[in-house]
T-cell receptor, first 112, second 114 residues
Framework: RKEVEQDPGPFNVPEGATVAFNCTYSNSASQSFFWYRQDCRKEPKLLMSVYSSGNEDGRFTAQLNRASQYISLLIRDSKLSDSATYLCVTYIGTGGGNKLTFGTGTQLKVEL | ETGVTQTPRHLVMGMTNKKSLKCEQHLGHNAMYWYKQSAKKPLELMFVYNFKEQTENNSVPSRFSPECPNSSHLFLHLHTLQPEDSALYLC?????????????FGSGTRLTVV
C-alpha cells in the first residue's frame, strides 16, 4: 500500500467551478500535512499547510481528518492558472532533518 | 528564484561518464535533501543531511554519492549510471526542527542517461 494515495486524475473542470481533491495516508504517526503545487516541468511549491481545525487561504480550503487519515483540498472559483498537479504530503520528524512523503499528485486542468 | 539554486538545469550523460549535480541554498536552512522524481511516480527521498551530517540514505545505489561540505551546499556525484536513472533530481532545504513551512525546492536537474 502506498504511504500517501491520491487519485491521479486528470480532473478537467470549467473555469469558475469548485473542485475537491482527496488524499489518504497510511502512517498514523504522521505529524504534519501539506499540499504542494507542481506546474509542468517545474519544482513543487508549497501551497498550504493543513491543520486539524481546517484552514483557508483565499479560494483554497484544506481539511484534515486524523481518525480517518484523510486530507482534502477544495478550490473554489477555479482559474485557468490553477491548472497544475497538486501533491499531498505528510511529515514525520526523524530527529535528524525532516522527512516529507509525497503522493503521486492529482492533475487539475481548468478549461474555458 | 526560490532561494535554492540547482545546476545544471539539464544534463545528458553516457553510462560511463562521471558528473556532479550542485545545489546551493541562501535561506539559512540547516537541512538539505535530494529527491528523485520519475514519470508517474511520487517523489522519492534519496538522502537527508542535517547540519551537514548525513542522517538518511534511502537505500540508494552506490552509483549516487552525495556530499555536503557545509549547510548551504549539497552535491550529488554520479558515475556509471543506468538509463533508468533518467529523471528529475530535486534538491530541497528546510529548517531542522519543526516544519511549519515545508521544504523549499530548487528548480531541479533533468538528467538523461544514454
Amino acid at each position: 500500500r502506498k504511504e500517501v494515495e491520491q487519485d491521479p486524475g486528470p480532473f478537467n473542470v470549467p473555469e469558475g467551478a469548485t473542485v475537491a481533491f482527496n488524499c489518504t495516508y497510511s502512517n498514523s504517526a504522521s505529524q504534519s500535512f501539506f499540499w504542494y503545487r507542481q506546474d509542468c516541468r517545474k519544482e513543487p511549491k508549497l501551497l498550504m499547510s493543513v491543520y486539524s481545525s481546517g484552514n483557508e487561504d483565499g479560494r483554497f480550503t484544506a481539511q484534515l481528518n486524523r481518525a480517518s487519515q484523510y486530507i482534502s483540498l477544495l478550490i473554489r472559483d477555479s482559474k485557468l492558472s490553477d491548472s497544475a498537479t497538486y501533491l499531498c504530503v505528510t511529515y514525520i520528524g526523524t530527529g535528524g532533518g525532516n522527512k516529507l512523503t509525497f503522493g503521486t499528485g492529482t492533475q487539475l486542468k481548468v478549461e474555458l | 528564484e526560490t532561494g535554492v539554486t540547482q545546476t545544471p538545469r539539464h544534463l545528458v550523460m553516457g553510462m560511463t561518464n562521471k558528473k556532479s549535480l550542485k545545489c546551493e541554498q541562501h535561506l539559512g536552512h540547516n537541512a538539505m535533501y535530494w529527491y528523485k522524481q520519475s514519470a508517474k511516480k511520487p517523489l522519492e527521498l534519496m538522502f537527508v543531511y542535517n547540519f551537514k551530517e548525513q542522517t538518511e540514505n534511502n537505500s540508494v545505489p552506490s552509483r549516487f554519492s552525495p556530499e555536503c561540505p557545509n549547510s548551504s551546499h549539497l552535491f550529488l556525484h554520479l558515475h556509471t549510471l543506468q538509463p533508468e536513472d533518467s529523471a528529475l533530481y530535486l534538491c530541497a532545504s528546510s529548517h531542522s526542527g519543526g516544519l511549519d513551512y515545508g521544504y523549499t525546492f530548487g528548480s531541479g536537474t533533468r538528467l538523461t542517461v544514454v
